[in-house]
């Protein structure tokens, strides 16, 4: 199956400072990729898609100037969380597909994020 | 996309075939029923998805109705490593981004 990667799986951060979180397609080029938040015991919440080349598209509620997302390649996208504090401490998942559609998303590791 | 809805959650015996059902009876004739799993602190894992006939890989058997309006995923002999939230999720077909909206699935506790 389709091999996705996420980096750090883990970080910690003081409040104020901004954290990128790496989602790449091992063996896949990903024209699509998405990411998710989740906090504990919830479901997961898509917060924007991204296709490569073009601006992602954000899920109405979140703030595409704090969770910047990049989409420069077929096998890359980051996610940046701008100016982080305690509330954005959270599980960050992302997922990516290619081109069929409906295409299968295969997900990541995830990434904690701990906002001190 | 369809909403679908599912059981909060269910036990199995290790060993025994774990069925899990979901209904979506809102589904449109080209949307797709896709099942996910996240076992604990990982992300999501596909495991199989069809359209109206029943389909089959060696992790999962998917049984649609013929209506389609609802269906069953089958692990044929769970083991402790199948405990967890199972998310059934129904997924447009062409014009459309394929986002997943997952509800709360299912948690499967296989017991030994």
């Known amino acids: 199956g389709a091999v996705v990667s996420q980096h750090p799986s883990r970080v910690i951060c003081k409040s104020g400072t901004s954290v990128k979180i790496e989602c790449r397609s091992l063996d896949f080029q990903a024209t699509t990729m998405f990411w998710y938040r989740q906090f504990p015991k919830k479901s997961l919440m898509l917060m924007a898609t991204?296709?490569?080349?073009?601006?992602?598209?954000?899920e109405q509620g979140v703030e595409k100037d704090k969770f910047l997302i990049n989409h420069a390649s077929l096998t890359l996208s980051t996610l940046t969380v701008t100016s982080a504090h305690p509330e954005d401490s959270s599980f960050y998942i992302c997922s990516a597909t290619g081109t069929r559609v409906p295409d299968t998303q295969y997900f990541g590791p995830g990434t904690r994020l701990t906002v001190l | 996309d369809a909403k679908t809805t599912q059981p909060p959650s269910m036990d199995c015996a290790e060993g025994r075939a774990a069925n899990l059902p979901c209904n979506h009876s809102t589904i449109s004739g080209n949307e797709y029923v896709y099942w996910y799993r996240q076992i604990h602190s990982q992300g999501p894992q596909y495991i199989i998805h069809g359209l109206k006939n029943n389909e089959t890989n060696e992790m999962a058997s998917l049984i649609i109705t013929e209506d389609r309006k609802s269906s069953t995923l089958i692990l044929p002999h769970a083991t402790l490593r199948d405990t967890a939230v199972y998310y059934c999720?129904?997924?447009?077909?062409?014009?459309?981004?394929?986002?997943?909206?997952f509800g709360q699935g299912t948690t499967l506790q296989v017991k030994p």
């Open positions: 999720i129904v997924v447009g077909s062409a014009g459309n981004t394929g986002k997943l909206i």
């Open positions: 991204s296709n490569e080349g073009s601006k992602a598209t954000y």
